[in-house]
């Protein structure tokens, strides 16, 4: 590997890699950590989920669902998603301020990293490795909300 070689590869520039990582990483923990378990035991978590806003468990549950499944495979996917960041966003903040308020930073500190890295999405846009370019190609929407 000659020098000229090596150099380029260590100074080159990877921000859609960077973001595409984020969007797979961020999502998928979001998924496995939070999403999935509230499916897979809907009932139980029906019976002890908190509700901080006060608009009924089932609807709460639901929310969370819809932040924490279906929004992190739209940014997965790249499609819609600083749009898709916002529930995810909310969500975060809603439990960390109001749900987990006793937690310190070192107790809370997966759900803080979880709102830097979806904040990081939300504010610089889904990247060029994503599905809205080739689903919205001739709308003129685009980018408006990825």
């Given at each position: 590997m000659?020098?000229?070689?090596?150099?380029?590869?260590?100074?080159?520039?990877?921000?859609?890699?960077?973001?595409?990582?984020?969007?797979?990483?961020?999502?998928?923990?979001?998924?496995?950590?939070?999403?999935?378990?509230?499916?897979?035991?809907?009932?139980?978590?029906?019976?002890?989920?908190?509700?901080?806003?006060?608009?009924?468990?089932?609807?709460?549950?639901?929310?969370?669902?819809?932040?924490?499944?279906?929004?992190?495979?739209?940014?997965?996917?790249g499609?819609?998603?600083?749009?898709?960041?916002l529930?995810?966003?909310?969500?975060?903040?809603?439990?960390?301020?109001?749900?987990?308020?006793?937690?310190?930073?070192?107790?809370?500190?997966?759900?803080?990293?979880?709102?830097?890295?979806?904040?990081?999405?939300?504010?610089?846009?889904?990247?060029?490795?994503?599905?809205?370019?080739?689903?919205?190609?001739?709308?003129?929407?685009?980018?408006?909300?990825?």
């Open positions: 000659s020098k000229k070689y090596l150099n380029q590869l260590l100074t080159r520039n990877f921000p859609d890699a960077g973001l595409l990582l984020l969007r797979l990483a961020g999502s998928l923990l979001l998924i496995y950590v939070h999403g999935l378990p509230k499916i897979t035991a809907y009932s139980a978590e029906l019976r002890h989920i908190e509700d901080p806003l006060h608009i009924g468990a089932t609807l709460t549950l639901s929310m969370a669902i819809f932040s924490e499944v279906f929004c992190p495979v739209l940014i997965a996917l499609f819609l998603t600083r749009l898709a960041c529930p995810v966003l909310f969500l975060l903040f809603i439990s960390m301020l109001f749900v987990h308020p006793e937690w310190t930073i070192a107790e809370g500190q997966f759900g803080w990293l979880l709102m830097i890295i979806f904040a990081s999405i939300a504010l610089a846009g889904p990247g060029c490795y994503s599905l809205q370019p080739l689903l919205l190609r001739n709308s003129q929407s685009y980018g408006k909300f990825g």
